[in-house]
């Protein structure tokens, strides 16, 4: 049984900070799956001494068996595709619904876990264009990416996708100049060469942004920085809407920060469109 389901069996018995508590499990899993006691009492207002009696609630033996319990939820969640394709999920909810709420939950659980302190750090360094901006993704989250990369190159100039081969993102790495910012976009099941490239970025004093799916990722053990995203989906492949609601928030903080600088290179953009004809409504 699922700690979800477990919740749901004994929500007529729980106080109401156990329904704080709750509300945090449930929608904040990576809290409770990584986290402390003490961390997730701070995320819910609670106890520490009141967590652990939520966990012996539910029928979990202390605050370990529940967190091993969520950490094997997420390790689900994130199964390969040829596994996920075979199940057969039956819901009297509709499919429309069902995603809407799945996708509704990546977003609020990825930006719920963002902490002031490191959004001002990375947003600070994506705001500076003396420091070139490298993204690095695997396969699967290049969609997202590229649009993270086509929105921050209007606000700003040293935006560049760091991919190919070998020789390429060595080249690359040579060339970028001073203490590079690098965002790195990967989930389980990691890619080799994203590791590696990794790697050669640390060599090379890059400052490193990781988007990835846990805080024990080989991703985040590179990084200077580190976010968590939620890709829980009711079909066979992760879902990356709470990685780009993330990278928007960045560009948002980045705009911000850069609003006279990015307006008129945003107005020089424009103006190139018009001179070219090139948009029509």
Known sequence: MDVEQRVRDRAGDLTPTERRIADVVLARPQVVAFGTVAEVAEASDAGAATV???????????????????????ARRLRPAAER???????????????????????????????AGDLRAVVERLA???????????????????????????????????????????RVLALAGPQPVVVALDLRRYERWVLGTLAAAREAGAW??????????????????????AAASTGPFDSHVGTLALLDLFVVEAAAARRVAATERIDRIEAAWTAADALTD
């Open 85 to 115: 394709i075979r199940e057969d999920i039956t819901t009297h909810t509709s499919a429309a619904q069902l995603h809407a709420e799945a996708a509704v939950g990546n977003v609020r659980a990825t930006l719920d876990a963002v902490e």
């Open 208 to 229: 490193i942004v990781a988007l990835t799916d846990n805080v024990l990722s080989p991703v985040a053990e590179s990084s200077d920085r580190s976010f968590v995203v």
């Open 128 to 170: 500076d264009d003396t420091r070139p901006v490298l993204v690095l993704s695997g396969a699967a989250s290049r969609g997202v990416a590229a649009q993270f990369l086509g929105d921050l190159e209007q606000l700003r100039p040293g935006c560049r996708l760091l991919d190919g081969n070998p020789v390429d993102v060595a």
């Open 52 to 74: 652990v009696r939520f966990a012996a609630k539910l029928g979990f033996d202390g605050f370990t068996g529940m967190q091993s319990e969520v950490r094997d939820g997420l």
